[in-house]
């Protein structure tokens, strides 16, 4: 993590200062010359919301946030994006630190700081001469903020970065056993138990989905635990956070066949690095939640003895398959996790994935498709957490009339449901291994975008950590 937020009483000498309001008349003007003041007001009148009046002897900002909304949850928002214009700003004047004055309250001075920091990531692992980003330290001058809210604040975004850097990291560099390696440095970085099952292990639990997928790939599969548990969990039992882990996906023998289909796909792990960086998150701000993340991971390839549609495979649960698409891979790894999640006696499990470009052209990435029959009440606490941290999410229905679309005449099932309502039965497809509370996140949309999206910026963008960071500390804080 290259950006770090921080609590000051005030700002040191000679330091970039930003004034943060939602009121352009209301900001200490003693900070200002009449000159400088002359030329707010000028831009105020323009409707500029980062106004530069200061070069000497350091840069000050004046950051004017739209805030006129009943919506708290838009407002959070646009604080967070206000937050990544002042990262530009910041690293263009090459400036290293700068400390936010704000008048307004602690939530919307972290939400902003949240935006900076996040807006400040670069994956620059292969730039030859890379143009690092000056900004690295962020202060904040606001009562508002406690230390606990900075203790947090700083978790996620570090988690964010590492679940972004596992997914812009290229396949070639990234294989299923490089992706366990980093779970087990995140383990050691931030304290959490991390177990991996190797090939052996997996071949001798009868895991058929994980198996047959990496047929056709040189490289072994593995199978990653990560558990955190604390002295005092609020859970009895843990919630479980299954991830997928395709570090690239062809599409195997049903080859990816359109344009462009195949060049990002090593966003497919997206999943797995989710559910990791959630534990490193929830472990980094000792969050007291008892909390599990599996990972099953390997590549999709048509190599070797690749699995072919037709073949019928019998699953770690002992159900059978037939695999009439190869490309329908990520279901058949994430049944074996989820059956293997039985055995925790799961309060809850999530599972997220990439899993459908049916989900992705449902809502784009504005959104995560979500569907599952766990309670209503968890379903809306996940649904204000999604709110909050503008992660929102789209419950698609979740009927049991979509199974008939998944019978095969020769197995217990098929692993794709047709041409109609690929993201549900992709989902009631994985229900079928579960026997707990259980919600599925398709996260094709936002899990990589290809052009700048403000603080979430471009590329990977770790979409999921900071949902379920925030339901984590809904469930042991007890808000509503």
């Not at 639990?205 to 548990?229: H, R």
């Not at 960086?277 to 969050?287: D, G």
């Not at 809306?380 to 419950?395: I, M, P």
Request: proline letters at 4%; glycine letters at 8%.
């Amino acid at each position: 993590m290259n950006t770090t937020i921080r609590k000051v009483r005030s700002a040191s000498k000679g330091t970039a200062l930003s004034y943060l309001t939602s009121d352009s008349g209301r900001f200490d003007k003693s900070l200002f010359s009449a000159n400088e003041l002359e030329i707010i007001a000028s831009e105020i009148k323009k409707k500029s919301k980062l106004i530069q009046v200061r070069k000497l002897p350091a840069p000050i900002f004046l950051q004017i946030v739209d805030a006129d909304n009943s919506d708290s949850n838009k407002v959070l928002e646009a604080f967070r994006k206000a937050g990544e214009q002042l990262t530009i700003a910041a690293n263009r004047e090459k400036i290293a630190e700068v400390c936010v004055l704000s008048n307004e309250s602690g939530q919307y001075t972290c939400a902003f700081a949240e935006g900076m920091a996040l807006a400040n990531y670069q994956f620059l692992n292969y730039k030859s001469t890379p143009e690092k980003n000056s900004l690295k330290t962020i202060s904040l001058v606001n009562e508002g903020c406690s230390d606990k809210d900075i203790k947090e604040l700083n978790a996620v975004v570090g988690a964010v970065y590492h679940a972004r850097d596992l997914v812009n990291e290229p396949a070639m560099s990234l294989n299923a056993t490089d992706l366990s390696n980093a779970f087990k440095a995140l383990g050691k970085e931030a304290g959490f138990k991390v177990t991996v099952l190797d090939k052996a292990k997996i071949k001798s639990l009868k895991m058929g989905g994980l198996l047959a997928v990496n047929m056709g790939s040189i490289d072994p599969p593995t199978f990653t635990i990560m558990e955190y548990k604390p002295a005092r969990a609020v859970n009895k039992h843990p919630i479980v956070l299954v991830g997928k882990g395709v570090v690239y996906d062809t599409g195997g023998l049903s080859l990816k066949p359109t344009a462009g289909s195949m060049d990002y796909m090593k966003c497919d792990m997206a999943g797995g690095a989710a559910v990791g960086c959630i534990v490193y998150a929830a472990a980094k701000a000792k969050l007291p939640v008892h909390v599990i993340a599996l990972v099953p991971a390997t590549d999709n390839r048509p190599g070797g003895n690749a699995y072919t549609p037709g073949d019928v495979i019998t699953m770690f649960s002992g159900a059978t398959v037939e695999v009439l698409n190869t490309d329908a891979e990520g279901r058949l790894i994430l049944a074996d996790a989820l059956h293997y999640a039985k055995r925790f006696r799961p309060e809850l499990v999530m599972e997220f994935s990439t899993l459908t470009g049916a989900a992705a052209n449902a809502i784009g990435h504005y959104g995560i498709v979500a569907m599952g029959d766990c309670s209503d009440a968890t379903k809306d606490k996940l649904t204000q957490s999604g709110n909050r941290v503008y992660e929102r999410l789209v419950e698609f229905p979740f009927w049991d009339e979509y199974d008939e679309l998944l019978k095969s005449d020769i197995a217990d099932m098929k692993n794709i449901g047709g041409a109609v309502a690929g993201a549900i039965t992709a989902g009631r497809f994985l229900r079928k291994f579960t026997d707990y509370p259980y919600i599925h996140f398709d996260i094709a949309g936002p899990a990589f975008t290809k052009s700048n999206d403000s603080y979430r910026g471009k590329n990977g963008t770790g979409v999921g950590v900071r949902l379920v960071f925030d339901y984590l500390k809904s469930l042991s804080s007890g808000k509503k």
